[in-house]
């Protein structure tokens, strides 16, 4: 989980429409419109049906996640439509808009439409447990992908996600190869409200932790600030941690946008060359920094895997194959080596 | 009432219509009976053509549907008498049926015939079954046929969209009210989060959290609701004491509203409260009717009764139609203003409730966008921006028209960026012809 709680769009009121003077239009002209507005928006659906009569359809797998707007949750809902269609499966892919009413409004539809199973990363894994449970009483297999629900009294056939913890014990290897003989003092930018954060930097402070107990050259972790995984807060945070420790020689950054905002007070700073980087996730403008050298390495995730990997465990769960309460996806660490054979940076 | 007259009332109500045929003919797709009647089809298919089969497994899910059809189609099957098969039945997910063929493989049986649903009949655990278990022979498939429904006219899809629109279009009677009067309501969303908030958080912290009492609840909702009619109460004095403007009071109160959400729960979601609390939201006591949807009902006929038989709803119009003209001829302009916030924003609060119960937990998240919503479906519903007229049953068709897209788009697999843009245009369009209709 990468992405912040979003900012309170309230203000857009400000963007309040006027009431408007129309001139006289005929009711029949504007319903027209309006049907062929509607019908022309249809098209990729009713290509879909024609397809599956083609090939013997197994179904609908209805998808909601928490936002499109991330290329995160987008190339993981692109990957189960395309997966699904290998194995004649038809998709329906909506995003929840990190609105938690609006998600479960869609799952109801979703259950409506009697799918054969059901995808989500929940707004909220406590408000989406009723409608979850809903869908298990009308015996529809609920998968989760990314954001788990542990909660009571829901059924989850499976969760998919990112093994955090070990990808935060390679940035800490990645932190001890940057340093290298020298050691010294590290910062962490946190986001501790989000479960997947923590379990980063339990990771990162595990394998620190052992590195300094072996009698290596000494990383002192001195600060852990919040940076709510945004590039601002990042930002600021980083320059606080550099008034109070001059000395610093490493921040590990829980995200690519808190680690790209820590880069810009290092700029500011003139401690391009003391003070390395890591970062999290590998997004393209957090891997464009690293082809640039702006930050060390990242852990990357595999969002293409999961999407794989939830089709499969699909499969698998109509096969009557028994899920193993969780899949996780190990992330693997991309340096500028990596970057600069990508051919998907400019 | 004339039919001609009807529709210059009720315009609306055709687009509605329309809509409604458009969606129809667009999501028809294949669907098949479930309980009793499938397992009738079923049971007639197995008697039919030549041998009558020995062995029957019955593959269902464990949903209410599924079961019924199981337990009917055992009972049909046991009608035969002597010649009846012996059935075994499979209730749950496909780990189940592949345990239980795995028994039956086991112990060396034969089968002749698989009765599917047609959930049941697309599980790929019997997609291979003459390989995965040879022993078994070669049965038969047998599911219900299907027939060509639209998704979208399925009575639990209509329960369904008016169970989605039922909080908007409480809140869309006060804001209506507070429209005709000449005023506008921006706070609604904030005031909806707030109640939801506070209602969880008064059932969690002073009623007793998971094990609070339905009487206890009940008076944590009304505090709830009652705080938020106080809120209304401040913006109707702010608006007739100081003659600020509504739309300058209930924006900054909107602001309130959500700052106070946001303390009051943490920035967090509060969701220890009883199981027993989604009755409001999720009941169906009445005629299968969501108990939401019914309350709605109830107050859209009390809100017509107001606005059309009693004195109250005149002097409303009348404030909106021409305020000093209203306060020359004796209305009391001041107090029907007053009326107009309260009610607006007890009924915010009364819908924050509801969505509390729909969700089982209260967050100050809810309600984002929400006054755009309800002011769309008053606008959509024939109610003018200039205050004066409307009508109540209007507001309920706009609503109406606004959850039949949203839904329609969902079933017809459209796009939600995409679907913005075709719901901004459609209520756009909904204004249009309300123009058309009043200047012919």
New interface residues.
């Given amino acids: 989980m990468n992405s912040l709680k979003p900012a309170n769009s309230r203000l857009s009121i400000l963007l309040y429409p006027h009431p408007i003077l129309v001139k006289k239009h005929s009711l029949a002209k504007t319903l027209c419109l309006a049907a062929v507005l509607l019908t022309g928006c249809d098209k990729p659906a009713e290509k879909a049906s024609t397809q599956s009569n083609a090939t013997p359809n197994q179904g609908t797998i209805g998808v909601s996640l928490l936002t499109l707007d991330n290329p995160f949750f987008k190339t993981i809902g692109d990957t189960i439509t395309a997966e699904g269609l290998k194995h004649h499966y038809t998709t329906v892919l909506v995003s929840g808009d990190k609105d938690v009413a609006k998600q479960s409004n869609q799952i109801k539809d979703f259950i409506v439409k009697k799918v054969s199973a059901i995808v989500l990363s929940p707004c909220d894994s406590k408000s989406i447990v009723p409608v979850i449970q809903e869908a298990n009483a009308a015996g529809i297999p609920v998968f989760t992908v990314d954001i788990p629900c542990n909660e009571p009294g829901v059924k989850i056939a499976t969760q998919i996600a990112t093994d955090n913890f070990g990808g935060g014990k390679e940035a800490a290897l990645a932190m001890i190869e940057a340093l290298g003989e020298a050691g010294g003092k590290v910062a962490v930018l946190h986001f501790k409200q989000v479960e997947s954060c923590q379990l980063r930097v339990r990771g990162f402070t595990e394998v620190i932790n052992a590195h300094n107990a072996a009698g290596k050259p000494r990383i002192e972790v001195v600060a852990e600030l919040e940076s709510g995984g945004a590039k601002d807060a990042g930002f600021k945070a980083a320059e606080d941690i550099l008034q109070s420790h001059a000395d610093l020689r490493g921040i590990f950054a829980i995200n690519d946008p808190a680690a790209l905002g820590a880069r810009a007070a290092i700029e500011k700073a003139g401690k391009t060359k003391q003070v390395v980087i890591v970062g999290f996730d590998g997004q393209p403008e957090g891997k464009q920094a690293i082809k640039e050298g702006k930050i060390y390495a990242d852990p990357i995730q595999f969002p293409d895997k999961m999407g794989v990997q939830i089709v499969d465990a699909i499969l698998r769960h109509s096969k009557g194959e028994t899920l193993p309460p969780q899949f996780l996806i190990p992330t693997s660490l991309y340096r500028k080596a990596d970057a600069e054979k990508d051919s998907s940076l400019k | 009432m004339k039919p001609s007259r009807l529709f210059a009332d009720y315009g609306m109500v055709l687009?509605l219509a329309?809509l409604c045929a458009?969606f129809s003919a667009?999501t028809f797709?294949d669907q098949s009976p479930t309980g009793e009647a499938a397992a009738i089809q079923v049971a007639k298919m197995l008697g039919q053509g030549g041998s009558r089969p020995a062995r029957v497994l019955i593959a269902t899910?464990?949903?209410?549907d599924?079961v019924a059809y199981a337990a009917a189609l055992q009972r049909l099957l046991s009608a035969a008498g002597s010649s009846a098969p012996s059935v075994s039945v499979v209730r749950g997910?496909?780990?189940?049926?592949?345990?239980t063929l795995q028994r039956l493989a086991a112990s060396g049986e034969r089968l002749d015939v698989v009765a599917c649903t047609?959930?049941t009949g697309?599980?790929?655990?019997f997609?291979n079954l003459q390989a995965d278990f040879p022993s078994l022979g070669e049965p038969r498939f047998v599911s219900p046929r299907s027939y060509r429904w639209p998704?979208f006219l399925?009575s639990?899809?209509l329960l369904?969209i008016a169970?989605?629109i039922a909080v908007i279009a409480i809140v869309a009677i006060g804001v209506s009210m507070v429209i005709i009067t000449g005023g506008i309501d921006?706070s609604v969303?904030?005031l909806l989060a707030l109640s939801s908030v506070l209602s969880a958080r008064l059932i969690r912290d002073y009623a007793g959290g998971i094990a609070a009492s339905p009487a206890g609840m009940l008076l944590c909702c009304l505090v709830a609701i009652f705080a938020c009619g106080a809120v209304g109460a401040f913006s109707g004095a702010m608006i007739t004491r100081f003659s600020i403007p509504p739309f300058i009071v209930t924006?900054a109160m909107?602001?309130v509203g959500?700052g106070i959400a946001y303390i009051l729960a943490k920035?967090q979601?509060i969701?220890q409260i009883p199981e027993s609390f989604?009755w409001l939201g999720?009941g169906a006591d009445f005629l299968n009717v969501p108990n939401a949807v019914f309350l709605m009902a109830v107050l859209y006929g009390l809100a017509h009764i107001l606005m059309s038989r009693m004195k109250l709803g005149r002097h409303l119009y009348a404030v909106g139609g021409n305020s000093e003209a209203a306060r020359l001829s004796g209305v009391p302009v001041r107090r029907v203003l007053m009326f107009a916030y309260i009610a607006s924003a007890s009924l915010a609060g009364l819908g924050g409730v509801i969505?509390a119960s729909?969700?089982?937990?209260g967050?100050p998240?809810?309600g984002?966008?929400y006054?755009?919503y309800v002011i769309a479906a008053v606008v959509v519903g024939g109610t003018?921006?200039?205050g004066g007229e409307g009508r109540m049953f209007g507001t309920l068709a706009g609503a109406f028209t606004i959850a039949v897209i949203?839904?329609?788009?969902?079933?017809?697999?459209?796009?939600?960026y995409?679907q913005k843009v075709?719901l901004g245009?459609?209520i756009l369009?909904a204004?249009?012809?309300d123009?058309?209709?009043n200047?012919r």
């Fill in positions: 687009v329309l458009l667009l797709s899910r464990d949903q209410p599924d997910e496909p780990k189940d049926a592949r345990e047609q959930a697309a599980w790929l655990v997609s998704n399925k639990e899809n369904n169970n989605q921006l969303g904030s924006l909107m602001l959500s920035g979601s969701y989604v999720r969505m729909q969700l089982k937990s967050s998240t809810y984002g966008m006054e755009l003018s921006l200039a949203q839904n329609g788009m969902n079933l017809t697999n459209v796009e939600s995409t075709v245009l459609v369009g204004v249009l012809v123009k058309a209709r200047t």
